[in-house]
T-cell receptor, first 116, second 112 residues
């Protein structure tokens, strides 16, 4: 498995501001992912972040709105820029671990964001 | 788009087995079946996964039909702490996008 921490665990922000969410994993991983979970909804992948390369964004998500950094193999940040109330969600990071013949993703505890 | 179909909700009595079904009729030969659960807005927790053989670990058992078009997650002795949303996901071993596509899942309520 993997031990993943996220900071902050929750925040309340004003419209128009930006928030950077940190994700730290207990050992080196190649692939990290950022998801969004809007209220009452399932998880949606925002982007995949590999160390040493630019993040790959899913349809509907753009770098200007959700810039991602991946400075090393244990850490990543997601910034939610120019926030609006529609950005109120839980943001989760996950990492991919290989175990024998298969890969498994493990998730952090999430960051609950409320935008006023 | 999600490749699986699950009932929106189920319930079972505490101490009894919880059997959660999942249909994945379009699964391809190299795709695995993964199960996660999410307890009230926490991060999803990995439970188990399998390809074609039945699998068991300390949390649950996974039964996959011979044609691989459906599977069942079994929690042998459900407790109140097993109340959660359970997600069944299919994904290839070498899927280039490594995506986990979450559907709506099954909301399991364990009754005292």
């Amino acid at each position: 498995s993997a031990v993943i921490s996220q900071k902050p665990s929750r925040d309340i922000c004003q419209r128009g501001t930006s928030l950077t969410i940190q994700c730290q994993v207990d050992s080196q991983v190649t692939m990290m992912f950022w998801y969004r979970q809007q209220p009452g909804q399932s998880l949606t992948l925002i982007a995949t972040a590999n160390q040493g390369s630019e993040a790959t964004y899913e349809s509907g998500f753009v770098i200007d709105k959700f810039p991602i950094s991946r400075p090393n193999l244990t850490f990543s940040t997601l910034t939610v820029s120019n926030m609006s109330p529609e950005d109120s969600s839980i943001y989760l990071c996950s990492v991919e671990r290989s175990s024998g013949k298969t890969d498994t993703q493990y998730f952090g505890p999430g960051t609950r964001l409320t935008v006023l | 788009d999600a490749k699986t179909t699950q009932p929106p909700s189920m319930d079972c009595a505490e101490g009894r087995a919880a059997n959660l079904p999942c249909n994945h009729s379009t699964i391809s030969g190299n795709e695995y079946v993964y199960w996660y659960r999410q307890i009230h807005s926490q991060g999803p927790q990995y439970i188990i996964h399998g390809l074609k053989n039945n699998e068991t670990n300390e949390m649950a058992s996974l039964i996959i039909t011979e044609d691989r078009k459906s599977s069942t997650l079994i929690l042998p002795h459900a407790t109140l702490r097993d109340t959660a949303v359970y997600y069944c996901i299919v994904r290839g071993r070498m899927d280039s996008s490594y995506k986990l596509i979450f559907g709506s899942g099954t909301r399991l309520l364990v009754r005292p």
